[in-house]
């Protein structure tokens, strides 16, 4: 089992640091190498993705991917910014569907902003697509327009586009995730406006016709993003498209308290996954050793589950961090008074023990 391991920027040192700790102290072989990504390959190479970094990622089974970014980085040429070392890896090894659990663990009810009731026991699963629609659409750029409310001024473009392909193997990809739950999806979309989520809209219908046994339905963004939080616990599937489910999976993960809590996967169709915190290299708090790595080794845990077909260890991984809880330890980002405060290096650490 061959994990390539990309710390990359800010914070990702440090919880990446405390994933492979844990990953160790599993009774199992990896082979781990790590590599620079991000600034930190930038600073190194001229370049946010270097081919060796790229070239151990698609040869490895999976890649534990920490995060990327700090503003001193802004005013760079947008390929050599460090975001764009992750928007290369999902296209270079067609990572396009992006699983990002919400779940609220019943020790913190009371770090979300939303009324405990209406989060306790929250479980919910976003499927965003990853290498299509508006991030990755051609034509884009700048010109001066020929047309529109102000012609002969500057302007700027992107285009959103997705091919029925595209949209059938997320769809699939969702409808086979939920059978494995509550089997029930909703496709967000904004078909009202859009030809291309009316399209995606159809497709998903056609897709659904395969799976009887999965109930499906259909949202519109603006109202997606209403529900998530009047009443997020009637979600379970939540399928959507790339601009949306950026949005709608951050959002998501408020509701459960932390950022820092929360794992991701990003899978291609042969099970090889990038798996990453939901969140940035916080370069607010990077350096001072006090970040929350459970997220990180929440998503170490579904690497194991999802691209090195070890669900038990990845089970053990999960209950563990489900004890450190238990124990009352948080780190800054969740503590809350009465519990104990502890810094990245110590969570860790627990974790360990615990397992
Ligand atoms: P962020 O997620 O880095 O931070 C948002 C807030 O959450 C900050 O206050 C931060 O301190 C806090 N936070 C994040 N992770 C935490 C953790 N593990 N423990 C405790 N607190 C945590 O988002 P941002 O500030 O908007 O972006 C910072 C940089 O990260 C930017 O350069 C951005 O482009 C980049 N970014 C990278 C990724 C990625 O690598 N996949 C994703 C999002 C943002």
Redesign the pocket.
Known sequence: MKIAVLP?D??GTE?VGEAVKVLNALDLRFEMETALV?GAAYEAHGHPLPDATLKLAKEADAVL?G?????KYDQLDRPLR??QA?LGLRKNLGLFANFRPAICFEQLVDASSLKPELIAGLDILIIRELTGDIYFGLPRGRRVATDGHFPGTEEAFDTMRYSRPEIERIAHVAFQAARKRSKRVTSVDKANVLETFQFWKDVVTEVGKDYPDVALDHMYVDNAAMQLVRAPKKFDVVVTGNMFGDILSDEAAMLTG???MLPSASMNSSQQGLY??S???????AGKG????L?TILSAAMMLRFSLNQPEAAERIEAAVKTVLAQGLR???IFSPGTTRVNTHEMGAAVVKAL
């Open positions: 990359g800010g914070i919880i991000g991917f995060a990327v970014g700090d503003w460090p975001e992750i932390s950022i820092g990453e915190p969140h940035g290299s916080a370069p607010d708090i006090i970040a929350n790595p997220a780190t800054a980002d």
